[in-house]
């Protein structure tokens, strides 16, 4: 199946810092997400970005589908973004596969 | 924003026992999905249900897995006999259109502890 590697695993920010995370792919997808999960466990929908970029609010997210990479900025970090960040891609089959998250930790 | 619900959001099982985790999926929308996060793990696809039937599943949703759309807005995981190996958070998804086509709302899941 498709594999998809998030880096880097784990990530410390002092709050206000910028920070950047990457989604590699290991083939062509239909689909790419990017999700938040809070320490309550709850998947929180950040993005649907199956290619180009989009903005809300301090976050945004590009995907350059030809060159199998999804990138989530995150800008002016609060504590409040803290948690996991999962990208998860479907290669149109009805199923998607997740990365292993990048566990960010930001500190006041 | 219409949300997918899930209940219980914790559910605390006897090995062997048979569990239902109940799911809303938001009510216009066409295609059900179930995933599992064992904790500290990532997040595995379990069950994909369109038109009344299953249209993919992992090998993960052996014969002690079932899913049922019982009436016009509950979407079901029924866990035959459960294992210790099963506990996990389990959510609950759905899209409006078949994946690729657009995002997956995922519910705040069920936390399945079973012992």
């Known amino acids: 199946g498709i594999q998809v590697e998030q880096s880097p695993p784990d990530l410390i920010l002092q709050e206000g810092a910028n920070s950047t995370l990457r989604c590699n792919f290991s083939d062509s997808v239909n689909n790419l997400q990017w999700f938040h999960q809070n320490p309550w466990g709850q998947l929180i929908n950040l993005f649907y970005?199956?290619?180009g970029t989009k903005q809300n609010g301090r976050l945004s997210a590009t995907t350059v589908a030809t060159e199998r990479y999804s990138l989530l900025y995150i800008s002016s970090s609060q504590t409040t973004d803290s948690g996991v960040y999962f990208c998860a891609v479907d290669r149109g089959n009805n199923r998607l596969a997740f990365g292993k998250g990048n566990q960010v930790v930001v500190i006041p | 924003e219409p949300e997918v619900t899930q209940t219980p959001s914790h559910q605390v099982t006897q090995m062997g026992q048979e569990v239902i985790l109940r799911c809303v999926p938001i009510?216009?929308?066409?295609?059900f999905y179930w995933y599992r996060q064992i904790l500290g793990q990532k997040v595995e696809f379990l069950v994909s249900f369109y038109n009344n039937e299953i249209s993919e599943k992992s090998e993960i949703f052996d014969d002690q897995f079932s899913v049922e759309r019982p009436d016009g807005s509950n979407f079901t995981l029924k866990i035959r006999s459960t294992k210790l190996e099963d506990s996990a958070m389990y959510f609950c998804?759905?899209?409006?259109?078949?994946?690729?086509?657009?995002?997956?709302?995922f519910g705040n899941g069920t936390r399945l502890t079973v012992t």
């Open positions: 970005i199956p290619s």
């Open positions: 998804a759905s899209s409006g259109l078949g994946l690729g086509n657009s995002p997956l709302h």
């Open positions: 009510s216009n929308h066409l295609y």
